[in-house]
């Protein structure tokens, strides 16, 4: 799979959380690339994804920073 295919699903698997309404609560960064923690602020439920793709860890970055600004 090329780099550019792995972040548009990656990519797709982020927004896919962002629009069911659940926040960045936790990012741990690793050899890997970094696992993101979602939680969904009325259920409580928690979602993990492993990011491995460097554009994708910086779109997530980016969200993560709008995140904290409207807070």
Excluded at 15 to 22: A, L, P, S, V
Aim: hydrophobic share 30%.
């Amino acid at each position: 799979m090329s780099d550019y295919q792995q972040y548009l699903e990656e990519r797709d698997k982020i927004d896919y959380f962002i629009q069911k309404g659940y926040v960045i609560s936790n990012v741990k960064e690793h050899l890997n690339g970094a696992t993101v923690d979602f939680v969904h602020p009325n259920r409580k439920v928690t979602e993990t994804l492993l990011i491995g793709n460097a554009n994708a860890r910086k779109y997530f970055s980016s969200l993560l920073i709008q995140q904290k600004q409207r807070t």
